[in-house]
């Protein structure tokens, strides 16, 4: 099983939408793992958006992200990482396609409801970041109808 860090972000914590990010997760058939409301630090947000420190943009995200509280998430399941990324959509709301996170609840790049890890490595290195030790993955009883496994 795979597994993939999530943020509500505070614009989508802000909206009431954490439902409805949730939702869609699990009619996909993602498993919850672990999640927290919380108020990020700004050491946190500097660290997390670390690979951007040199952009123009980083002193926005950062501002951005500390500005209201979020909604931190683990999820698992198999190719989860493909999975989310295609239920988020792309990061511009005007490209992603219908039916999306994005498509259907953002209008604007800097207020796209969601976060999701990009990769295996990102992955490891957010949950570890946002989460450390994520306890173990637990069944479900509709697991074999998801996976057929």
């Not at 597994?3 to 699990?26: A, C, H, N, W």
């Not at 969601?114 to 990769?119: K, L």
Request: glycine residues 10%; hydrophobic residues 40%.
């Amino acid at each position: 099983m795979e597994r993939s860090f999530v943020m509500v972000k505070p614009d989508g914590v802000q909206r009431g939408l954490v439902g409805e990010v949730i939702s869609r997760f699990e009619r996909r058939g993602l498993k919850l793992v672990a999640a927290k409301l919380m108020t990020v630090s700004r050491e946190l947000a500097e660290e997390h958006y670390g690979e951007h420190k040199a952009k123009p943009f980083f002193p926005g995200l950062v501002n951005f992200i500390t500005s209201g509280p979020v909604m931190a998430m683990v999820w698992e399941g198999p190719n989860a990482i493909a999975m989310i990324r295609k239920t988020m959509g792309a990061t511009n709301p005007a490209n992603a396609e219908p039916g999306t996170i994005r498509a259907d609840l953002a209008c604007d790049m800097s207020f796209n409801i969601v976060h999701g890890s990009d990769g295996p490595e990102s992955a490891a290195r957010e949950i570890g970041l946002w989460f450390g030790e994520v306890g173990a993955s637990y069944e479900k009883a509709v697991d074999k109808w998801v996976t057929g496994k």
